[in-house]
């Protein structure tokens, strides 16, 4: 091959790579749009995870605290034969928290309180009526088993809430922000200083 030949061979060569290097470029700079786009709508949707947690946990409950108190005779006998101490008492007391309870997380009033409380509630169940399935399930490490426990879940979501509260879109953030409180008060508030 001649001397003009071969430059010519290199310029080609040469064009190529720019040309691989701009599309690499163009492609890394869509990826990078594309996620800057995701994390965009992310945050924009981030609101959805406390809310849906609250307003499905609220139903249920709601559910289950109606049924407890439409059937208090049944409800009383299944605690005393749980072994809970004042039976009669106990029912409609958990009946009128899950019911009462499952309203204000739907809705998001004093979400963190009655989410400690609902808690309470799904220990003692755990502790009771659901002990001997949840002894097996930690015996065999059997986490599969462990989470289809009911109250399990229920509580992984109310512990959730009690952490990390009733996000935007809830009648408690409405208050704080009508009583004054920014988001600056609740940092302090979290951190309990």
Do not use: C, N
Not at 58 to 75: C, E, I, P, Q, R
Not at 87 to 111: C, D, M, N, R, Y
Not at 163 to 192: C, H, N, Q
């Amino acid at each position: 091959m001649a001397a003009p030949e071969l430059a010519a061979a290199a310029a080609q060569r040469s064009e190529g790579k720019e040309t691989s290097l701009m599309a690499d470029s163009t492609l890394k700079d869509r990826v990078a749009a594309a996620g800057r786009f995701a994390l965009g709508l992310a945050r924009r949707a981030q609101f959805l995870a406390p809310l849906l947690t609250r307003v499905i946990l609220g139903v249920a409950f709601f559910y289950t605290g109606k049924g407890k108190l439409a059937h208090l005779d049944g409800t009383t006998a299944f605690f005393e034969h749980l072994g809970i101490p004042a039976p009669g008492f106990h029912a409609v007391f958990v009946g009128g928290l899950e019911l009462v309870g499952g309203i204000a997380l739907a809705l998001g009033v004093a979400t963190r309180l009655f989410s400690a409380g609902l808690l309470g509630t799904m220990a003692v169940a755990l502790l009771t009526a659901h002990r001997q399935e949840a002894v097996d399930a930690l015996k065999e490490v059997d986490f599969g088993t462990l989470i289809g426990i009911a109250p399990v879940p229920f509580a992984i979501g109310l512990l959730w809430l009690v952490f990390y509260g009733p996000g935007l879109a809830s009648l408690d953030r409405i208050v704080a922000g009508y009583m004054g409180w920014t988001e600056d008060r609740f940092k302090t508030l979290d951190s309990g200083s």
